[in-house]
């Protein structure tokens, strides 16, 4: 799997989990939900957001490697 697809795959996940949550939160609200919300799902955004950005920079390193190795597209 490419980092392209890597990337696009965990931003679906995600958005599908929180399309999920707040189903969930139609009819759930409670100490427990609030709980699960501001130590799990919460956070999850943020590091979302920096694997992201992550895969991004690994994504353009590689491609640099493969233009400097002859390997990719010029």
Do not use: F, N, Y
């Not at 955004?45 to 920096?50: M, V, Y």
């Amino acid at each position: 799997m490419s980092l392209q697809a890597a990337r696009a795959k965990i931003g679906l996940a995600h958005r599908q989990l929180e399309v999920a949550w707040e189903r969930a939160r139609e009819t759930w609200d409670d100490p427990v939900s609030r709980a699960l919300w501001d130590h799990h799902l919460g956070p999850l955004e943020q590091s979302i957001r920096s694997a992201s950005g992550a895969i991004d920079q690994m994504r353009e390193v590689l491609e640099r490697l493969r233009r400097e190795c002859g390997d990719g597209p010029d």
